[in-house]
């Protein structure tokens, strides 16, 4: 795949959009020895990136939400989460009637950087056969960069190598060059691609 295709909207537009802050995760729904594959895989994207993350952002406290389960309506029953979310619930509709088992949403700051972003897993047979170490890295790229909703559609993030999950080289070397200091945080044209491109 070009740059292009990866920042791609169904519907034509590009956009693209990293982190401008310091990346700040939260955990929910794993336990100690997961969770610390969980960080451990972020930590792993934001150092490839050549981003920083941080104890805490100064306006919401963590930036990085992350929510692991076994239903969808355990997503419901998180108070104020609705708040935090917008269209939460008409999105968790959707998602039940089509039996998906992750979904992402982000938020972003007034010049459309990603300001925040919300990872829900429901651990279904297919992510529950998933190794920990697995699931953690392929969200953990997902919410790297703000991609385009078919950027994963024919192939996934990941590969295997020597039965260890790493990350396509392709996909990180397109990580690397989007958090290159001279190029910006948000772009909505696809010349972008083109700057991207140069620097792989």
Known sequence: ???????????????????????????????????????????????????????????????????????????????????????????????KARDANQYRAFRFDADGAIRAAFVFVRLDDAMRALPAADLALLQAVQVILLWGDTAFRDAPPLARAHGVAVLRPDVAALIRAAYDPVMPAVAGDASHALRLAARL
């Open 1 to 95: 795949m070009t740059p292009e295709q990866f920042f791609t909207r169904a519907d034509g537009s590009y956009r693209f959009a990293r982190w401008a802050r310091p990346i700040v995760p939260i955990v929910f729904g794993v336990d100690d020895a997961t969770l610390a594959v969980v960080k451990g895989a972020i930590e792993a994207v934001v150092a490839l990136a050549g981003h920083t993350m941080a104890e805490t952002d100064p306006e919401q406290g963590a930036n990085l939400f992350m929510f692991f389960f076994r239903d969808w309506d355990e997503v419901l029953a998180v108070p104020d989460l609705d708040r935090l979310v917008g269209g939460l619930t008409p999105a968790i509709d959707r998602l």
